[in-house]
């Protein structure tokens, strides 16, 4: 690996102290950063160098996965400097150019820089182009540029965003993250498909009934208010971490892939996500709002109670998406995608649900067996399992389905955090989300964003600490399916999925 002068914005930030300062301590633990580093903290407020290594050593005391060692913390924490910088001020960027100056001089690093904006998109602009202008950006090294969610808030203002980085910072120079992307199965997923042809054998449309992508918190909207009530889940999540995801698991990829060709074939899913129009939103996509209820035994306020929401908001807590991917290898299996705040349980994960056998024994309900499943679980435990069937040996006839675990070992995966930081310093981009990735997916969100602002479709609301609306459950009951892994719905959903099935045709 290069040695690289690591220019870290928003160094007083919490992104910086939960995520990044750990990440990359277990990098420097797993000997995986450069021999030379160094890294320049810059932050709105006062501090010393002194300080600022200290603040850098609590948060690892906080935060890393694992336990600080005294040995070689001293090493890890003398790379790190602290520079006061105002993001509008161009005097600052200067000040800070003679800084880095000065410790690639001192460390005879070559002058490659790692420009990392882990700040409020408003201040993305303004960073651009102050790095450029103050020279900080033209040194005789290489300079990339690692840029925090979000980008764009709409398809226009994701173009307009695009169009001004591509003025200081090539596309190649561009790594935006998505720390999905990060995530250690998301990175496994292309070798799982390869290293196994059974597994490859299977996945096609003849076999596959329909896949489903969850993500499921618990948590609600925590002290992001000022932030969540104005994006909603369908930005906040949908559009990038789930996107990025379908995309994954729509591309598979037969034979290791360079970058170029998995940026490409992303791309393709992308154009063959059969386009929503507005006027179709409603019978695809479910929007829901939490409101007070019970989570591992403890009473929660609803949305609109959650400190800086606004009393009336309509923001999306909840979305669900039914979808189609119209090219030869997906074509007639629905994908069904669904996140929510406040759910019943913290899950990320994958299923892919096989057909049925031709023929179920309609009168010996004890001989019907349940589809074949494949599960991955992302997280917050990793790990894949198969859903199969085998009669009961023991009670003979019965047919049961049994779950068959593999687990990858849980102590000592990676954090996303760690995965991404280290392939931006080795100049990797497969992980990181492409302009094209970017603007395909915005351009399929905005017909769901007009729908959402001009209420052109139900806001639901489910409790917090269920699994959603109950509608999200008749999306895939209309089709003859359920989602997989929730308990089943009471049964006296009936009625309202009555009310549902007509609201939809009107
Ligand atoms: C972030 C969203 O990008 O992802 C948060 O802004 C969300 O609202 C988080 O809580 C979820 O990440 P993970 O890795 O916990 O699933």
């Avoid at 990098?27 to 932050?43: A, I, T």
């Amino acid at each position: 690996m290069e040695p690289v002068t690591f220019i870290l914005f928003g160094a007083t930030g919490d992104l910086a102290k939960r995520k990044i300062y750990p990440a990359l301590y277990n990098l420097f633990l797993d000997h995986k950063l450069p021999r030379s580093f160094s890294l320049v903290g810059l932050g709105r407020r006062e501090l010393n160098d002194e300080s600022f290594r200290s603040n850098v050593e609590q948060s690892l005391h906080e935060f890393s996965r694992r336990k600080v060692q005294d040995a070689g913390l001293q090493a890890f924490l003398q790379a790190f400097r602290y520079s006061v910088l105002n993001i509008g001020h161009p005097e600052d960027y200067t000040k800070l150019r003679t800084l880095v100056e000065e410790r690639e001089q001192a460390l005879q690093l070559p002058a490659n820089r790692l420009f990392y904006l882990s700040v409020g998109p408003e201040f993305f602009e303004p960073i651009a182009a102050n790095i450029h202008q103050s020279g900080l950006g033209s040194a005789a090294g290489w300079k990339r540029l690692v840029i925090e969610k979000p980008f764009g808030h709409d398809l226009q203002s994701a173009r307009e965003l695009n169009e001004y980085l591509s003025h200081f910072f090539t596309e190649d120079e561009i790594y935006r993250i998505d720390h999905y992307l990060g995530k250690p199965m998301v990175q496994g997923l292309e070798a799982l498909w390869q290293s196994n042809p059974a597994v490859q054998g299977l996945l096609k449309k003849q076999y596959i009934a329909n896949v489903q992508i969850t993500a499921g918190e618990t948590v609600g909207v925590e002290e992001r208010a000022g932030y969540y009530d104005h994006v909603g889940a369908l930005r906040d999540m949908f559009q990038n971490h789930l996107l990025q995801l379908l995309m994954m698991t729509a591309t598979q990829l037969a034979s290791k892939s360079t970058p170029d060709q998995i940026r490409l074939k992303k791309k393709l899913v992308m154009e063959a996500l059969e386009p929503l129009r507005k006027q179709d939103v409603g019978m695809n996509v479910i929007r829901g709002q939490y409101t007070a209820g019970s989570l591992q035994g403890q009473q929660v306020p609803g949305y609109r109670d959650e400190p800086g929401v606004a009393l009336h908001s309509a923001n999306e807590t909840y979305v669900a998406v039914r979808m189609q991917i119209n090219d030869f290898f997906w074509r007639g299996v629905p994908f069904y995608i669904r996140t929510g705040k406040r759910m019943k349980e913290k899950a990320t994960r994958i299923v892919i649900q096989f057909k049925e056998p031709l023929a179920q024994p309609a009168d010996d309900l004890d001989a019907k067996a349940e589809p074949n499943l494949l599960i991955i679980e992302l997280g917050p435990k990793e790990r894949i399992s198969i859903q199969l069937n085998m009669m009961d040996l023991a009670h003979k006839g019965e047919i049961k389905p049994v779950q068959v675990e593999l687990q990858p070992s849980q102590s000592g995966l990676p954090e996303a955090y760690e995965n991404l930081i280290h392939d931006a310093l080795n100049g990797d981009p497969t992980y990181f989300a492409h302009w094209d990735e970017v603007e395909l997916s915005w351009k399929w969100v905005q017909p769901i964003l007009e729908a959402f602002q001009e209420n052109l479709i139900p806001l639901h609301s489910y409790a917090a600490g269920s699994y959603g609306p109950d509608e999200a459950h008749f999306l895939l009951a209309e089709d003859g399916f359920n989602w997989w892994l929730d308990e089943q719905p009471d049964e006296d959903l009936s009625s309202s999925q009555r009310e549902y099935a007509e609201s939809v045709s009107r």
